[in-house]
């Protein structure tokens, strides 16, 4: 654990990821020693209520920049906003928010990190994908019904490779209710004013796991998301 408070927070929720996370961790690790410095980061998990093998998996690591906060299943968005929140707490100046699963490849971190100072919030832009058609198509869908209903300048509002300056995430996060289900989107949408950057990154298929959107379940949840972003004024 860095003496003074880490330049970065990495936040990485997890639910029943128990042949994933380890590798996956420790791949960004070595990018972050890499980037940003040894001892300049902290590496935060928020176990989603796991029931497999991922705590043990997590308490085996034994790093000291590692930190996991748990808490009963509450959904992956709402774990981000408390990895935020979390990771504000330690006084990080900067967050980065990936998955758990693989699919987002270290090499694309440094063209996000060297943008840094130039936006509030920098974000990965899925322009490549090995994650499958299907995952294609809703995104795909998901952008110009965003577009189109809220007016949205951002091409990949629910991408899991979103660099934020702590306190301006941590203040966002506060605004967005307890039972909003794609909070990652909402965070976007809400922090869109404050400026922002897309770099092009290519997005992995899942290394294990299974999806929590499937293309039959997609529907339910985009008027799901639609209903509340208006609930949310945005």
């Known amino acids: 654990m860095p003496t003074s408070p880490p330049q970065l927070v990495l936040v990485v929720p997890v639910h029943n990821e128990e042949d994933a996370i380890a590798p996956v961790l420790a791949e960004w690790r070595a990018e972050f020693v890499r980037t940003v410095g040894e001892g300049r980061f902290v590496i935060l998990v928020v176990d989603d209520g796991s029931t497999d093998g991922t705590p043990a998996r997590l308490a085996a690591l034994g790093w000291p920049e590692l930190r996991v906060h748990r808490h009963a299943n509450r959904g992956h968005g709402q774990s981000c906003l408390v990895g935020y929140i979390e990771a504000a707490k330690m006084g990080a100046t900067y967050i980065f928010q990936i998955d758990s699963d693989g699919q ?10 060297e943008r840094r100072d130039r936006a509030f919030a ?3 832009r899925r322009t490549s994908r090995d994650d499958g058609m299907a995952r294609r198509v809703i995104s795909a869908i998901l952008r110009v019904s965003l577009k189109i209903t ?3 300048r951002l091409n990949d509002t629910n991408v899991p490779f979103r660099l934020y300056r702590a306190p ?3 203040a966002a996060a506060g605004r967005i209710p307890a039972d909003f289900n794609l909070a990652n989107i909402a965070m976007a949408l809400l922090l869109e004013p404050e400026g922002f950057e897309e770099v092009p990154i290519h997005f992995r298929d899942r290394v294990g796991g299974h999806p929590t959107v499937r293309m039959w379940g997609f529907a339910p949840k985009a008027l799901r998301l639609h209903r509340d972003l208006f609930r949310l004024g945005h």
Request: net charge neutral; hydrophobic share 45%.
């Open 104 to 113: 987002c490849d270290p090499a694309g971190f440094a063209g996000v990190w």
């Open 122 to 124: 920098v974000y990965g």
């Open 150 to 152: 809220r007016g949205t």
């Open 168 to 170: 301006l995430a941590a």
